[in-house]
């Protein structure tokens, strides 16, 4: 992929003078294909744009035919930078997953996604949801390669979701809806048996993985040290409210022997989980300590400490799950 280089010793506030491409724009490229390599070209303009979206985070908000060109050796370029969008890790993390789940028709898995994205409220009547995102994927099911538009599909699913449950839908998820069907309009165009799923898959698993390496998770508690302090040192205070407002009757519990069993378990694997959440804070610390043993730049002693609580606290991951049912605010 390449982008025309600047020069900003040439440059004004109000001038941005810029290399000349010399090449073949896309759009006429797909008018008459003959003397390019089709296939390669599909390939690399969708990994181009895929990269920029589930990589780089800074991506071509309009990236038509126009906007592209071919110079030798079938090297994608893009011009015209006058619209572009940003989005931060977090979002591109979870558009990605969000990616693979239309394309392998997991409607629950898309609505945990879209409720864990704070697109949707958790409090919407997940199966009218349901029925409505079945309908719009069942248009697509068993169809062609060439009839599956991965940006068609989230435009349609982001026109109920604003219109019927009111979702807050981010401008950036339109943009990049957009932006991804006119990417993928070239890549068919190019080569009608492409396959998008096929390119972006391999993306959305190394991101994946990077998510939940030790180093990331480590890089995560670090950041989030003084929000899990906050939690510890005013856990006491929180309970000691809850219990008054029970006393003093502005919460009434329906008692039952499942209820005080449910209430004993919670309050173990609450307790098993502060543990295990202030070790692995203590774990990443020391993994980023640069003296002594080290493996794969990290302190030996911080990867085993780290590791062994991951895989306990993996084990709790589902703690407010288990919460009990039976309990009525009023």
Known sequence: MRSPTI????????VLTMEFIQGTKMSQVMENPEGFDNKLLAERVAKS???????????????????LYVLEDDVVCYIDFGMM???????????????????????????????????INDSVDRNILKRDIMDILDRYYGASLSDIHLGHILSELALPLITKYRARVPPEFTLIARAVSLIEEVAY???????????????????????????????????????????????????????????????????????????????????????????????????????????????????????????????SYNLYSTLPENLEEI
């Open 49 to 67: 744009y895929f990269q920029q979206l589930l990589v780089d985070g800074f991506f071509h908000a309009d990236p038509h035919p126009g906007n």
């Open 7 to 14: 020069f900003p010793e040439y440059s004004t506030s109000l």
């Open 189 to 315: 165009s190019l080569d009608g048996e492409f396959d998008a799923a096929a390119q972006f898959k391999p993306m959305v698993k190394k991101l994946i993985l990077q998510k939940f390496s030790p180093k990331n998770m480590a890089d995560v508690l670090v950041d989030n040290m003084f929000e899990l302090e906050h939690l510890v040192k005013n856990l006491p205070q929180n309970i000691n409210r809850l219990v008054a407002r029970v006393e003093n009757g502005e919460i009434k519990v329906r008692y039952s022997e499942e209820l005080s069993e449910d209430i004993e378990r919670t309050s173990n694997k609450l307790v098993v989980a502060i543990i295990i959440a202030a070790l692995l804070l203590g774990s990443s610390w020391i993994i980023q300590i640069n003296n002594g043993p080290m493996i794969w730049g990290m302190s030996i002693l911080g990867f085993l400490g780290f590791c062994s609580q991951w895989g306990a606290g993996c084990g």
């Open 85 to 119: 969008g940003h989005i931060d890790h977090d979002f591109m993390q979870n558009l990605g997953e969000l990616f693979v789940q239309v394309i392998d028709y997991k409607v629950d898995a898309i609505i945990n996604q879209l409720i864990y994205m704070g697109i």
